[in-house]
């Protein structure tokens, strides 16, 4: 070939370069013209509005809700977060908080100490379960006034400031003076760690929260202690929170190099997340818990447990969400959670239902699912193939809409009557717990020091049931003799429940109604049966 030739060609090949970079910068350009042109647009109206409407107007809140209206274009899960509510909408997955440290109930216009958080600047003080509290910094706190805004603010503040509070007790004549200095409080995201069985732990995760990794660690070093074998961890409405939180779970049950999740999004280049040597509970068997509350980092733990034949995931299908939220921090201290990408299962799942219908019908989809039968019937359930991926033991697992269990497990209506659901309606057992804990508290201690000892020796007897019925008659739910046939074993395990959490903590209320949660116990069924692990074991 002549040299000419040559020169010819890397002429061409240069010139098909340039135009490709004058079309690259050409269309970079255009896009940024469009922008500057899209902001000026917007600026260019609420001047108009500023000058020439009829009516004054609220330029910070027109702005406000214009960026909402535009988040409703994209996802459900794009949002937008005032500067105000920033450290509400944080709050639950920081893991603290700064305040007295107490769980409350308003009872009766009351305010009643539930419970006194250990440790707490308020458990120092001596502050107990079953206190009320009648005055905040001299201002009388009780009354038609008085709600769950009205105790936040007063009683929440930073740490190191001081409120005055007088406390009525029962038995001791007139009120007692506390000074609460306000302290950080632990958010705890684990609401029960016990062992189900001789060898079978349990675990319920409520968020995957700063501190759950730390938690869910501590707890299974506890059961581990206490002869665990096999564990169940229940995601059951768990609706997520940090995504490198359920990446660092998930490392807890996998063994080292294995792919947890991936997320990929179109400004938002591939970035796989894989598990290291750390996991504190590779080998035993292992039960993933899940139903349609569970969201999320939810997902990702039960995906990449299913994924990788590491265990069995039980309950219903989750809720099927699949978007990844990124933080971005607006001009005045408000904030826009912006989905930036999707995440993927070890297979290659993406488990995002569809929004494409609005973000009405999107969070209809629960509605519809239980309209269909599929909270009753697996059959209801149909994926198409072309969202059908394999295990390394080569068992079907789907995309296209949360995650399927392994082990479906229908909702149980059996114990549910019109009486029954009147007094869930009406809070009564709530209510009827905290009027008996009013009066028994000091003989209950005295006769049950622990957890075991109730276990073992409290009855909830006809008498006590007796005392719920009238009490029940006399907040307007009188007495159904069918309906108590239906639904009075699972009155009786709530309310047996709810005065073990009054006496100890919350793991001892779901501890205390095992015997009525029947998708725990067929989990527990599942962990005995040989068959369901052996295909399992091969891969894992």
Aim: net charge neutral; aromatic share 10%.
């Amino acid at each position: 070939m002549g040299t000419l030739r040559i020169k010819s060609l890397i002429t061409q090949a240069f010139g098909l370069l340039l135009i490709f970079n004058i079309s690259t910068l050409s269309v970079k350009a255009q896009r940024q013209s469009d922008s500057r042109a899209t902001i000026q647009k917007f600026a260019a109206l609420l001047q108009t509005i500023n000058y020439y409407y009829v009516d004054s107007t609220n330029q910070e809140k027109l702005t406000e809700q214009a960026i909402v209206a535009m988040l409703k274009e994209l996802d459900p899960h794009s949002v937008y977060i005032s500067k105000e509510e920033v450290k509400k909408a944080n709050e639950p997955l920081q893991g603290n908080f700064e305040g007295v440290g107490i769980q409350f109930q308003l009872f009766r216009d009351t305010i009643l100490v539930v419970a006194a958080v250990p440790g707490g600047p308020s458990d120092k003080l001596g502050i107990m379960a079953g206190d009320k509290i009648v005055t905040i910094n001299g201002e009388i706190a009780y009354g038609p006034k008085v709600n769950n805004n009205y105790v936040m603010e007063r009683l929440r503040g930073a740490k190191g400031t001081k409120v005055n509070v007088e406390i009525a007790r029962k038995g001791r004549r007139g009120l007692i003076d506390y000074t609460i200095v306000r302290d950080k409080i632990p958010l705890n995201s684990i609401d029960a760690t016990y062992m189900v069985t001789n060898d079978i732990g349990y675990i319920k995760l409520t968020r995957f929260a700063r501190t759950s990794l730390s938690e869910v660690k501590e707890s299974i070093s506890k059961l581990k202690s206490q002869g665990m074998k096999n564990l169940i961890l229940d995601l059951r409405n768990n609706s997520g929170g940090f995504l490198d939180v359920a990446i660092d779970l998930s490392d807890e049950f996998l063994t080292s190099e294995k792919l947890i999740v991936y997320t990929q999004g179109l400004r938002s280049p591939r970035m796989d997340f894989k598990a290291t040597s750390r996991g504190g509970f590779e080998k035993g068997r292992l039960i993933v818990m899940v139903n349609e509350g569970s969201a999320s980092a939810s997902e990702i733990v039960a995906g990449a447990v299913q994924d990788w034949d590491r265990g069995l995931v039980l309950g219903r299908r989750s809720f099927g969400k699949g978007l990844v939220q990124r933080p971005f921090d607006l001009p005045d201290s408000s904030v826009v959670r912006l989905t930036t990408a999707r995440y993927y299962t070890p297979s290659g799942r993406c488990i995002q239902k569809s929004y494409e219908e609005g973000a009405d019908n999107y969070y209809d989809d629960l509605t519809n699912r239980f309209k269909h039968g599929e909270f009753v019937s697996a059959d209801s359930i149909h994926f198409p193939d072309s969202i059908k991926y394999y295990t390394p033991s080569k068992r079907v697992v789907y995309g296209g809409g949360g995650i399927m269990p392994d082990v479906f497990v229908p909702l149980d209506t059996t114990a549910s009557s019109k009486y029954y659901l009147d007094i869930l309606r009406k809070g009564l057992m709530n209510e009827f717990v905290i009027d008996y804990m009013e009066n028994n508290r000091k003989s209950l201690n005295s006769l049950y020091p622990n957890l075991a000892t109730y276990r073992k020796d409290f009855v909830m007897d006809d008498n006590l049931m007796s005392e719920f019925t009238t009490f029940a008659a006399s907040k307007g739910v009188p007495l159904d003799n069918e309906g108590l046939e239906t639904s009075g074993n699972e009155i009786r395990y709530i309310i047996r429940g709810l005065i073990a959490r009054n006496l100890f903590d919350v793991s001892a209320y779901f501890e205390m109604i095992n015997p009525i949660d029947h998708e725990l116990m067929r989990a527990v069924e599942v962990m005995n049966e040989e068959n369901m692990f052996r295909k399992l074991s091969i891969a894992m």
